[in-house]
């Protein structure tokens, strides 16, 4: 056979110190031709060589093709850590919501800056970054060419992260794993990442670790095998953040006072404060949606969809919203929602002035368009520091237009509502709501005590 070799020589491991890393080559020749196989670490570098010897003892025979053993047969088999996430991301796309494949790109641009197995021809990490956000969106990925600059790195990122198969050796594909896990749990500059943030991460990896184990690359998943000690997460919200209904209307009207901008805001925030709706939700709110307008006391809205923004990089339309079922229902399910007689006044003002936009919108950006994040947090923080006092404008008090949510669940749990109602209007578990809004619920301390009393006094 033409294709292999007797002739096989392997030579002493070199090793590169760079700015940053050290990098081991295993280096060898076959029949006269030159191969080296780069290794981050000294002792996964040792393992390989001592499996090249050991095969040249042994006679057996070398591939010309690959410069390894002709009986390891990886030639049909291997596949590149990036590969690997591409296949990953494609499988996913279909079913995940655009926040979501933004959640798993994120993830796996950190996990492959671990996986890199040279340092030699390395492209910057902007540039490495850039590519694989780019990668990672399968509708962009099917249906245009990467810029020429960024095909270069795709290039260079196929050929240069390690194998995934790697990670089935014993001791190395621990040592991969722990390097993933060290790097999602630091930011860029590498300081410690957000518990948040370094949970979410592991969740994607440990589901790309078992899509693995289902397409028979991984015979495990090497993320359960690391001990790694999950950082605890603040869960509950922080009653220091919720406003009181006098700030709130202090506040809307700032809002309002704002700008010819803010008039057109002012019930878009109210509806987050007095009915407890997520920006998303406000930003898809429709005529129909409106049950019950009455010209005074309650009304009621009835919610079917929500629009969400992940950047036009992860929908499918390719614009930076798309419309979705309601968080946490299933498609199609709806929730009612009661219309506090001051958001009814507001939304019958709203509509009086500015009508109805296209597709039955009731909220339109400044030109017209959509509402857009940039357009509402201009005016959100200009009107908050207009209507706090300094002390609570330097306070973590109502930071972000998500507060004034929280700030609507607490007053209705602190109005004594039942919980499972509150979690009906707010679209959570009861389960859900009582542990995230635990802190924020007052004045049941004194009767709990009274009780207390009742049932221990002599």
């Known amino acids: 056979m033409k294709d292999i070799t007797y002739d096989v020589r392997v030579y002493k491991t070199e090793v590169y110190k760079g700015k940053k890393v050290t990098t081991y080559y295993v280096r060898w020749?076959?029949?006269?031709?030159?191969?080296?196989?780069?290794?981050?670490?000294?002792?996964?570098?040792?393992?390989?060589?001592?499996?090249?010897?050991?095969?040249?003892?042994?006679?057996?025979?070398?591939?010309?093709?690959?410069?390894?053993?002709?009986?390891w047969k990886r030639q049909e088999t291997l596949l590149s850590w990036y590969g690997f996430t591409l296949a990953f991301v494609d499988a996913k796309w279909p079913h995940a919501s655009p926040n979501h494949r933004r959640g798993i790109a994120e993830a796996l641009v950190d996990a492959t800056e671990a996986l890199l197995a040279t340092e030699t021809g390395v492209p910057s990490r902007e540039a490495r970054r850039t590519a694989l956000r780019w990668a990672y969106s399968t509708r962009i990925r099917?249906?245009?060419?990467?810029?020429?600059?960024?095909?270069?790195?795709?290039?260079?990122?196929?050929?240069?992260?390690?194998?995934?198969q790697d990670f089935n050796e014993q001791g190395k594909g621990a040592v991969l794993a722990r390097a993933v896990l060290t790097r999602i749990s630091q930011t860029l500059d590498g300081k410690t990442a957000a518990a948040n943030t370094a949970n979410r991460k592991r969740m994607v990896l440990n589901n790309a670790m078992e899509y693995g184990q289902e397409i028979g690359l991984l015979t495990g998943n090497p993320i359960k095998a690391v001990k790694w000690t999950k950082p605890k997460t603040l869960s509950t919200v922080d009653p220091r953040t919720v406003i009181n209904i006098e700030q709130a209307r202090r506040f809307l009207t700032a809002v309002r006072r704002n700008s010819q901008r803010g008039e057109r805001m002012e019930a878009f925030f109210g509806c987050m404060y007095y009915a407890a709706l997520r920006p998303e939700e406000v930003v898809d709110l429709r005529r129909t949606h409106l049950h019950s307008l009455p010209e005074e006391g309650w009304g009621e809205m009835r919610l079917t969809n929500a629009e969400p923004r992940a950047g036009s990089r992860w929908t499918n339309s390719g614009k930076p919203r798309e419309r979705r079922g309601l968080k946490h229902r299933a498609e199609g399910d709806t929730r009612s929602v009661p219309i506090h007689p001051e958001l009814v006044a507001l939304l019958r003002a709203h509509l009086d002035r500015f009508g109805i936009g296209p597709e039955g919108r009731i909220f339109l950006g400044p030109r017209g368009g959509l509402m857009t994040d940039r357009a509402y947090l201009k005016v959100f923080h200009e009107a908050r520091k207009q209507a706090f006092t300094p002390e609570e404008a330097a306070s973590t008090l109502m930071e972000v237009p998500y507060a004034l949510r929280h700030a609507a669940v607490s007053t209705w749990l602190n109005a004594g509502v039942p919980a499972p109602q509150v979690a009906e209007w707010a679209g959570h578990s009861v389960d859900v709501l009582l542990r995230v809004y635990a802190k924020c619920i007052h004045g049941q301390q004194g009767e709990a005590m009274r009780r207390i009393w009742e049932a221990t006094r002599p």
């Open 29 to 71: 020749n076959t029949d006269g031709k030159a191969w080296k196989e780069p290794y981050r670490n000294a002792a996964q570098a040792d393992v390989f060589r001592s499996e090249l010897v050991t095969a040249a003892r042994r006679g057996e025979a070398f591939s010309l093709t690959t410069g390894r053993p002709a009986s």
């Open 142 to 164: 099917d249906n245009e060419k990467p810029p020429a600059d960024l095909e270069k790195v795709l290039r260079w990122l196929d050929e240069n992260t390690v194998c995934v």
